[in-house]
């Protein structure tokens, strides 16, 4: 009888199951699913890109056809002195060629001679070319063009700026996981605990044990209990951690609630949801990692720069030639009348222009040598990554095993006990033992997780 008590007491109770687990589930690939949706940092990235491409708007501003109007009137004592329209309609284009049309009316007592048209007015239709400076390339076009090159830079920026959020998110998920299976395991080995304590009592009272074998087991619920408090209050902080990330639509935080639990066995998931299996770095295409794109992206825009201040360079040589004919006749026009000029400019040193020209230069080498670093140094923490993950799947193959031959040692301890070949302070040792290596297995599995997730932030690629 009193075998079959010890057997009960030492036996039945531990299988270490946790205790019955709310309904609510929430995986880590729902709760990243909210983050990439909801959080207002995804959102403010977003914005970024929504004004880089405002700017490509605004730049293309420069391109729009333009009307000028001037108009001019002076009447003293009777006497019109003048009475002056100037009107042009202008068409820039994108080689800096500018095409216009014209209406001039002017009259009065006091013109001057070459301002003087017919009655009717007189119409313009020229064109305005740039032979030298400003041909190839002028600020309007590099504005055009650093815009767009600005919105891919945003573009690759916001796709880093969301994996930082999503890493972040990540771990905060695997906190709130390894706080709460730890606190498991507290609870299940304080239930032991007390169990044996109370089995124990029996035994003392029967003359069967010692009593200093109650001091002994007191002992150790008092420490589990120490370390389940210890575990309550991490939880507490984990959850709260957690809830910074959880957002609803409209920008409403979300607390999270008692009743919802971590995804179980997360190592066996974490690398379908972060997308991080299989992978090779043969395989991997860096020339569109969203960091080497944001690189060659400020390289390209500092050498439109370059090839701006390289054409400063050049003389500025602009010629315009304009075909004139009065308002009546616009059905018969006449190309015998026209009007031509040419301006012609160079500083005699260039001492700005190539100072400025070496400047860009320099910037743009500056740049191109970050863009081969990280490069190189982007390959390297990829490679290590991939080969970290690989040994602590190992590692969580060793802990198992740990694991398991822990808990065959602690059942030997108690079958000995029930034969009095053993004792509670061993029993108590062995399954310290068992506790600790199951605490240092659910690290293991933590540090997987965080090492695929590490891998997923390098690889910068958002979760679709």
């Not at 946790?18 to 699913?33: I, V």
């Not at 590099?142 to 969301?162: C, G, H, M, P, S």
């Not at 002992?219 to 209050?233: A, F, G, P, V, Y």
């Not at 060659?296 to 315009?320: E, H």
């Amino acid at each position: 009888m009193k075998k079959s008590l010890l057997f009960f007491l030492f036996i039945s109770f531990h299988s270490w199951s946790q205790t019955e687990q709310p309904s609510a589930l929430l995986t880590l690939d729902e709760f990243l699913g909210y983050v990439k949706q909801f959080h207002p940092l995804v959102k403010q990235a977003d914005l970024e890109v929504s004004q880089a491409q405002s700017g490509i708007i605004a730049a293309r501003g420069a391109f729009d056809p333009k009307i000028e109007v001037d108009y001019e009137k002076k009447q003293f004592k009777s006497t019109e002195y003048f009475d002056l329209l100037n009107s042009t309609f202008k068409i820039p284009t994108w080689y800096g060629i500018e095409v216009k049309a014209g209406f001039d009316q002017m009259e009065g007592v006091n013109l001057n001679p070459q301002n003087i048209t017919p009655l009717d007015g007189l119409a313009t239709l020229g064109i305005a070319i740039p032979v030298g400076q400003g041909l190839f390339i002028n600020k309007r076009m590099a504005d055009l063009r650093k815009a767009k090159l600005y919105n891919e830079l945003t573009q690759a920026e916001r796709d880093i700026e969301v994996t930082n959020i999503l890493y972040q998110a990540c771990f905060a998920y695997f906190d709130w996981y390894r706080n709460y299976n730890e606190y498991q395991l507290y609870v299940t080995y304080l239930k032991n605990a007390q169990i044996r304590f109370d089995g124990i009592k029996i035994l003392i009272r029967e003359g069967d044990r010692p009593a200093i074998d109650s001091v002994e087991a007191g002992i150790l619920i008092q420490t589990r209990k120490l370390s389940l408090e210890q575990s309550r209050i991490k939880i507490v902080k984990s959850k709260l951690e957690l809830s910074n990330y959880l957002w609803l639509e409209n920008t409403v935080p979300v607390e999270l609630q008692n009743n919802i639990i971590p995804e179980t066995a997360i190592e066996k998931n974490i690398e379908s949801t972060l997308q991080t299996n299989g992978l090779l770095l043969a395989d991997l295409d860096f020339a569109n990692h969203p960091k080497i794109r944001a690189l060659q992206s400020k390289v390209n825009i500092l050498d439109v720069d370059r090839r701006l201040k390289g054409d400063m360079l050049k003389p500025r040589i602009d010629l315009n030639y304009n075909f004139l004919q009065e308002s009546t006749a616009l059905d018969n026009f006449n190309t015998d009348n026209y009007k031509y000029g040419l301006s012609f400019s160079l500083p005699l040193f260039l001492r700005k222009e190539r100072g400025n020209f070496q400047v860009a230069k320099f910037r743009v080498q500056d740049a191109e040598l970050d863009l081969q670093f990280e490069n190189v140094t982007l390959k390297n923490k990829i490679d290590y990554q991939i080969q970290e993950i690989s040994s602590l799947q190992e590692q969580i193959k060793f802990t198992g095993n740990l694991v398991n031959s822990y808990q065959i040692l602690l059942s030997s301890e108690e079958r000995l006990f029930i034969f009095g070949e053993s004792s509670i302070f061993l029993i108590n040792t062995r399954e310290n033992s068992l506790l600790t290596s199951s605490i240092e297995q659910l690290e293991v599995q933590v540090r997987f997780c965080q090492s695929n997730a590490d891998l997923f932030r390098l690889l910068a690629n958002s979760i679709n």
